[in-house]
C-alpha cells in the first residue's frame, strides 16, 4: 500500500497542497478533461449530484454548471476552506466533511455520484466504491476518475509507494467486488506525456 493510501496522512499531504493544488492540478487533470467526463454522464437538470472527494471544487464547479443539486464531501478541511473560498460555505453546493468509506447520506440518495481523483488515497477503495453504490438511486451512474497504471517498471515502482495507481484489470475487479454489474473504462491524458487517468463509468442495477 502506498504512503499516502492513509486517511491521516493524506489529511495532512493536503494541509500544504491545498495551498497550490488550483495551479498544480491542470497539468495532470485539466477543465477538457472534467468536461469530458461529465459529458458521459448526461445529467439533467435539477439531478442530485454528490462529488466524493470534492477538494478544493475544481470538479465541483464543471457539476453545478448542470445541476443546481450539488453536493460536495471531503475529509481535508483545508481543501474545503479553499471550496468554501469559491462558493461560500452555505451557497449553491452543500458541503460535508467526511469519509468516503462511510458517506453521511441515506441508501439510494443520489442520481449521480461523482469522484475525481480521490479513489488513490482511500485505503480500502472497494469499501468506498460500495459506499457510492449505496447512496447512488437503482438507475443512477456512479463516475470515479483515477490515476492509470505506468507503463515502465521505474514508474511503476515509484507510484505503488505513493498511492493506488490501477490498470483496467484491476479497475474491472474493484467494481465487481464493489457490487457493481455494468461499467466501461475510458483514459483520459491532458497531454501526450502526462499520466494518464482511468476514467470508470458504472451504472447502478434497478433491482
Ligand atoms: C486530488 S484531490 C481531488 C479534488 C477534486 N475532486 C478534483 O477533481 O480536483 C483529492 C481529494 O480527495 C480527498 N480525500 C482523500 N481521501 C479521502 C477520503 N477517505 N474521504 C474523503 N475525501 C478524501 C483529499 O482530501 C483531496 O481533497
Given at each position: ?5 492513509n ?7 493536503y ?21 469530458e ?14 462529488d466524493?472527494g ?29 471550496a ?11 458541503f ?7 458517506l453521511?447520506?441515506a ?14 488515497y482511500?485505503?480500502n477503495p472497494?469499501?468506498?466504491l460500495e ?14 476518475v ?20 490501477y490498470?483496467?484489470?484491476?479497475a ?5 467486488e464493489a ?18 487517468a482511468?476514467t ?5 442495477s434497478?433491482?
Amino acid at each position: 500500500m502506498g504512503i499516502l493510501e492513509n486517511k491521516q496522512r493524506a489529511r495532512l499531504f493536503y494541509r500544504y497542497l491545498s495551498q497550490v493544488y488550483d495551479r498544480i492540478n491542470p497539468f495532470i487533470w485539466n477543465e477538457e478533461m472534467r468536461d469530458e467526463a461529465i459529458e458521459m454522464l448526461d445529467i439533467q437538470p435539477g439531478d442530485s449530484v454528490l462529488d466524493v472527494g470534492c477538494g478544493t471544487g475544481f470538479a465541483t464547479e464543471g457539476l453545478i454548471q448542470q445541476t443546481d443539486n450539488v453536493y460536495g464531501l471531503d475529509q481535508s478541511a483545508h481543501q474545503l476552506d479553499k471550496a468554501y473560498q469559491k462558493f461560500g460555505k452555505r451557497g449553491p453546493v452543500k458541503f460535508h466533511m467526511g469519509d468516503a468509506e462511510r458517506l453521511p447520506f441515506a441508501d439510494d440518495r443520489f442520481d449521480i455520484v461523482w469522484s475525481s481523483g480521490s479513489i488513490e488515497y482511500w485505503p480500502n477503495p472497494v469499501t468506498a466504491l460500495e459506499e457510492l453504490r449505496r447512496v447512488g438511486k437503482p438507475g443512477g451512474k456512479v463516475l470515479v476518475v483515477g490515476p492509470d497504471y505506468p507503463d515502465s517498471t521505474l514508474f511503476q515502482k515509484a507510484a505503488d509507494a505513493i498511492m493506488l495507481f490501477y490498470d483496467e484489470a484491476e479497475a474491472d475487479r474493484m467494481f465487481r467486488e464493489a457490487g457493481f454489474e455494468q461499467f466501461g473504462h475510458t483514459i483520459q491524458q491532458a497531454s501526450p506525456n502526462s499520466p494518464r487517468a482511468i476514467t470508470t463509468l458504472a451504472h447502478i442495477s434497478e433491482a
